[in-house]
């Protein structure tokens, strides 16, 4: 009997370098009970299925633009999980920031370029078969031609915000819809909004509780979700967000601890978080759906 989840997993679609057989064929062997194929505003699965004993759940993590209580702008990322599947009319919103993601590819390649960098769009684009434009898959490019050794190292030393004379605002090229707004449609299209990674984004506690109380408010709709279980983070940073979860689905009602790897391909175990994080969401979702 398969048992465990893991609803945060990205694919060549995106910036992942596992195609979806191969996510599967993994998460059978594995014998996961649900999984998630969760590509950048990307659509890449559209219907629910079942393969052996693994369910597999349609998904997107969505890119959301944050205003932060200094009044800067940030992004952070909704997952959007679909039991029901996407409907096939419906377009990516990928589609939406193709010039845009193209122009923010190509400035990030003009600034490494200028640090001496051997880079250029074309070379990067025939590293990987993924097919989102940004930093991932330039680190990918970096890490082949042996200039880090890590994704890590990659940001740290070239494409973060620990390189400022380097790092390229995503904000500045792409006009991503506000969080509320990514929220009201992930609830348009009978989707369950999950908060990816929050301890991700800030170091600052009230910023963090901020973001989570703006996901909250963001919908009268349940249920809702928050990544407590992720996959880098320790145990003292799990127990942590689990309770700000209880506390803040005492105040708003409807708010579940779910769970991921955010695995990149086979150098990222998949999680085996407990498959009632899902079936708990599943759950609301259906009296939501039923009322």
Known sequence: MNKGCDLHIHSTFSDGSS?????????INEKLKYISITDHDLYSVRTPGKIADTFIIPGCEYS??????NGNT?????????PM????????????????????????????QGAGVDIDS???KNTTDSMLLGRAIIAQYLIKNEYVHTFEEAFKQYLGRERPDLFVDETKYISYMALPEIVSEVIRLDGIPVLCHPLLYFDDDKELKKLIQTFCESTTQRPLGIEVFYGSYTDKERSFLLDL??????????LFPSGGSD????????AHEDEQLFENMLEAYRNRRNC
């Open 19 to 27: 195609d979806m057989p191969d996510i599967i064929e993994r998460a």
């Open 64 to 69: 959301a633009k944050y205003t932060m209580a």
């Open 74 to 82: 940030t992004i952070v990322h909704i997952i959007g999980l679909f």
């Open 85 to 112: 599947g996407i409907p096939e009319p419906e377009k990516s919103l990928a589609d939406r920031y193709t010039t845009q993601r193209e122009a923010y590819f190509s400035a990030i390649i003009h600034k490494l």
């Open 122 to 124: 074309d070379r990067v």
């Open 245 to 254: 979860c209880k506390r803040y689905d005492q105040i708003y009602g409807g």
């Open 263 to 270: 695995s990149h391909g086979p150098d990222t175990p998949l």
